[in-house]
């Protein structure tokens, strides 16, 4: 069945430095990966989406990499801040048409920087 | 433009009872996917709608339904609760040709 991991349950990192999480996935080929941060208490909100044939996603402090031979991803957010603090969840979605949008979530990742 | 909207925000049941859980998607939007998310676990898939049609099932019982009506908006129907059916249910709308989903704010769901 298809598994999804992220790298850890929660990571601290202090205010300035970049913070790298990790997202595996099995028994999966997705056509898109997406990363969502979500605050307690709320839906999560859409970060970035990179492609199967997409090798590095950026977008202003945040940037993904997809590798489909190794089945992973990495997150990176540089110049950490403590409002960067909140779960962040790894997606993978299939093939898109006729409307087909079904997400598989990992668990997430609690991300604390520290002042 | 307001995003996704859900109602109610909370909602305490018992065991055996029904619940309604509703959705607005942001307009425009045609699809909409419902998922559950339990305490300390990432969302699980468990309908998604497009065009007033089923076009996704997740693993999840018959007592779980759903139907969207011709405005887009969206109803989750949940039949003889049970404990673990205890979650932060949420909405997400997604607009035709992308595949990014908005998310709404969830209904917290208590089954006592």
């Known amino acids: 069945s298809q598994k999804i991991e992220q790298n850890s349950e929660a990571l601290n990192i202090q205010e300035g430095k970049t913070a790298t999480l990790t997202c595996n996935y099995t028994?999966?080929?997705?056509?898109?990966l997406q990363w969502y941060r979500q605050d307690p208490g709320r839906g999560p909100v859409f970060l970035l989406l990179i492609r199967e044939n997409e090798k590095e996603k950026r977008k202003e402090r945040l940037k993904v990499t997809f590798d489909t031979t190794l089945k992973q991803s990495l997150f990176h957010i540089t110049a950490s801040q403590p409002a960067d603090s909140a779960t962040y969840l790894c997606a993978l979605g299939g093939h898109s048409g006729a409307g087909s949008y079904q997400l598989t979530f990992g668990k997430g990742t609690k991300l604390s920087v520290i002042p | 433009d307001a995003g996704v909207t859900q109602s109610p925000t909370h909602l305490i049941k018992t065991r055996g009872q029904h619940v309604t859980l509703r959705c607005s998607p942001i307009?425009?939007?045609?699809?909409v996917s419902w998922y559950q998310q339990v305490l300390g676990q990432g969302p699980q898939f468990i309908f998604q709608?497009?065009?007033?049609?089923?076009?996704g099932r997740g693993n999840f019982p018959d007592r779980f339904s759903a139907r969207q009506f011709p405005n887009y908006s969206s109803e989750l129907n949940v039949n003889a609760l049970l404990l673990g059916d205890s979650a932060l249910y949420l909405c997400?709308?997604?607009?035709?040709?992308?595949?990014?989903?908005?998310f709404g704010p969830g209904t917290r769901l208590t089954v006592l």
């Open positions: 997400a709308s997604t607009p035709w040709a992308t595949d990014t989903q908005y």
């Open positions: 028994n999966y080929s997705p056509a898109y």
């Open positions: 709608y497009y065009e007033k049609e089923e076009r």
């Open positions: 307009s425009g939007h045609k699809s």
